[in-house]
């Protein structure tokens, strides 16, 4: 199902002339993350510790934070690059080939015989709710080097993106080299870390997380708006500029230095069929608007972002639901 929004064009605006759009050699969105291969699983529902329930149906899909951003980016319309490592094996050469097939450059996709591709188990139940394991494996093996040779790739983007499936300080290295370009820089905190290295806020642009996550970085339960709101303060507070945090249903509140007053901007109402990768879909989009559209207003950008990711919950995997 695909909304009268999305039919509209609102999601994939070439169709309406973007803005700003960058000269032929050069990525609007560089993401620097991960590439996982997703082992899915769906059952009526979830398996309670010790337990075994029987499946409905298996599939193999391609998944891992970074490389879904990437995805959902290019599928709008963006120029991307994705900055990432797989392992030299089957899984990694598939994932290279779909990456090339989803319009990604991937100048700067290593492939390392030190570890397999990244994996995720994912159990997904007949409310759309899941539970995920990851291995990480090769993408732990992306490194400063990797990045430097990148370094033009990633000065020259409209906006860098980043997570922490990869290591950290990785992320953080490339969070820097893009604000010491002028480069926009747009940070996802997952999975998030309790001890979340402070540098991390001062250089991110826009810091967009989840409810679970903005609980374990600030110790606050996010139960409604308000408490959003309250954990979008503190991380003001810590040198974010723009602080999204995503509520799935309930679409998400934003808060920035501009303006300190919590903003709320719903999500449209849909039937959820799987949410593994939402709030991917969400932050690709995010980026799209901001590479391509910086002119418009931020709620407008975070209020199309939202209706991306309620088309992609209605379909299953993570980027075989990112919206076209």
């Known amino acids: 199902m695909v909304t009268g929004e999305a039919r509209r064009g609102l999601l994939r605006p070439w169709a309406q002339g973007a803005r700003g759009r960058p000269g032929p050699m050069a990525a609007a969105v560089v993401v620097v993350g991960s590439c996982v291969t997703d082992l899915v699983s769906l059952t009526t529902r979830l398996p309670r510790a010790g337990e075994t329930v029987l499946g409905q149906k298996f ?19 963006a120029k991307t690059s994705l900055i990432c490592k797989v392992g030299k094996d089957s899984f990694g050469n598939d994932y290279v080939a779909n990456l090339k097939k989803n319009g990604v450059s991937t100048a700067f996709v290593g492939q390392t015989t030190e570890a397999a591709t990244g994996t995720a188990s994912i159990i997904v139940n007949s409310e759309g709710q899941n539970v995920i394991v990851i291995v990480p494996g090769a993408n732990l093996f992306l490194n400063s080097e990797d990045l430097k040779r ?11 993106v980043c997570q922490l499936e990869i290591s950290p300080a990785v992320s953080l290295e490339a969070l820097k080299m893009a604000r010491a370009s002028g480069v926009k820089t747009l940070f996802n905190p997952a999975p998030a870390l309790a001890d979340l290295d402070p540098q991390f806020y001062t250089h991110s642009d826009i810091f967009c997380c989840n409810e679970t996550e903005a609980e374990i ?19 003001l507070e810590r040198g974010c500029k723009l602080v999204i945090v995503t509520l799935g249903a309930e679409g998400c509140v934003m808060i920035s230095v501009e303006e300190p007053i919590p903003k709320h901007v719903p999500a449209g109402k849909v039937r959820a069929v799987d949410t593994t990768g939402a709030g991917d879909s969400f932050v690709g989009a995010l980026a799209f608007y901001l590479a391509y559209y910086p002119k418009l207003p931020m709620e407008e950008v975070v209020r199309k972002s939202n209706c991306v990711a309620s088309v992609s919950v209605q379909a299953s995997g993570t980027q075989s639901s990112s919206t076209m």
């Open 59 to 77: 599939f193999i899909g391609f998944g891992g934070k970074g490389a879904n951003q990437c995805v959902q980016s290019a599928r709008l319309g």
């Open 150 to 160: 990148a370094s033009d790739v990633i000065c020259k983007a409209k906006v860098v």
């Open 217 to 235: 970085l600030t110790g606050i339960p996010v139960g409604n708006l308000e408490d959003a709101g309250k954990v979008g303060r503190m991380l």
